[in-house]
């Protein structure tokens, strides 16, 4: 169908010639905001990936320091275990050897153990850590 066909058929149906161009200019527009549409969604995509692998990127850099940091509260109570330990063998020798020096010095030590935060350098660790200033 060429325009003279096209212009017969919109005068048969009772549409003028200018109803008939806006029609056409309409359905250009139309076309041209499809097009504007495709190409924001692709952009729209574009972005949706990049965000996606920078949170690929954030949860496997949580992944290592959630390793880190269960391995450094071990070390840390782990020490401290061994030490309350210590401390209290301490105290019950001092029991079963009755001698109050030790049981007295076995205490204070145990209080001094226990009385101390080990979230202290943790925390200091923490900082340092996630600034990017320690490298492990």
């Known amino acids: ?52 692998s920078i949170e690929n990127v954030m949860i496997q850099r949580i992944k290592e320091q959630s390793k880190i940091y269960n391995q450094l509260l071990t070390g840390i109570f782990a020490s401290r275990d061994k030490a309350i330990e210590k401390h209290f063998k301490v105290i019950d020798k001092g029991i079963k050897d009755n001698d109050r020096e030790m049981i007295l010095g076995g205490l204070y030590s145990l209080a001094s153990v226990v009385k101390e935060s080990p979230f202290a350098d943790f925390e200091k660790f923490s900082i340092a850590f996630d600034s990017g200033n320690i490298i492990i």
């Open 1 to 52: 169908m060429d325009v003279k066909d096209v212009m017969e058929y919109a005068d048969k149906i009772g549409i003028t010639a200018e109803q008939t161009i806006e029609v056409f200019k309409g359905l250009t527009d139309l076309g041209k905001e499809f097009i504007n549409a495709n190409v924001e969604i692709k952009r729209i995509d574009a972005e949706v990936e990049r965000i996606k």
